[in-house]
């Protein structure tokens, strides 16, 4: 993989990302501390945030 593709990758501003590249691409298990890091960074994010809003909210087959 050229290098400027892994640096996108892997940037601090996207830990949604970075988490799936390190687990698939890097092959790194939960256990690893980058990763372990990188999940604490991914819930306390605006994506994570946004995603569980979304998941909240009533639904049609909940009436």
């Known amino acids: 993989m ?3 593709i892994y640096e996108w990758l892997m940037d601090e501003k ?3 990302v ?3 590249t390190l687990k698939e ?3 790194l298990s939960d256990d690893d501390e980058s990763v372990a890091q990188c999940k604490n960074e991914l ?3 605006k994506v ?3 995603g569980l809003k979304k998941l909240k909210k009533n639904k ?3 009436k």
């Open 2 to 4: 050229e290098n400027a």
């Open 18 to 20: 970075r988490l799936r």
């Open 25 to 27: 691409y890097k092959k």
């Open 43 to 45: 819930l306390q994010s």
């Open 60 to 62: 049609a087959w909940d």
């Open 48 to 50: 994570y945030e946004r």
């Open 14 to 16: 996207t830990p949604e």
